[in-house]
């Protein structure tokens, strides 16, 4: 058990029987009333989020999840279908992929997150490459400050990237904010 105080982001606490997954801590102090600790914090099973205040020392289950390493199979509506290098196929709903859904390609490594048994999600790597399908050319003259245009990637999601990158052009992305990082070879 950890106290309110001693919890940071990603750690995995149970609240009314059920996991939640802590994604913004911040400790207040004020000067009168007992210090607390503002929690915003995910459920791991619905999705839904939530924002609570704590007593800095209120008690906490901490539930440690299992992870496993697999990768993407296929998409069997509306399970994404994973498979380990045992050949067990984990089944995760699409309502709890996320953002992930915006980076899957057939093959693609990826961590499949368990919460008693159950797959429940899938962390990805912090980037990905992938091929530019389509973007519209560059303006002439429009290069006042950080200028983006919208590129399609190969899985069809839309990032913002520099003039620069052209159709053809392989490019890293953070799949943790959907942002372009760089250009890749």
Known sequence: MKTAQEIRVGNVVMVADAPMVITRTEFVKSGRNASVVKMKMKNLLSGQGQENAYRSDEKF????????EASFSYFADP????????????????????DAINYLQDGMQCEVVFYNEKAISVELPTTVVREVIYTEPAVKGDTSGKVLKPAKISTGFTVAVPLFVEQGDKIEIDTRTGEYKSRSK
């Open 79 to 98: 399970l994404y279908v994973f498979m380990d290098s045992d050949y067990n196929q984990y089944e995760v709903e699409g309502e709890n992929m996320g």
């Open 61 to 68: 289950d901490i539930v440690v999840l299992e992870r496993k």
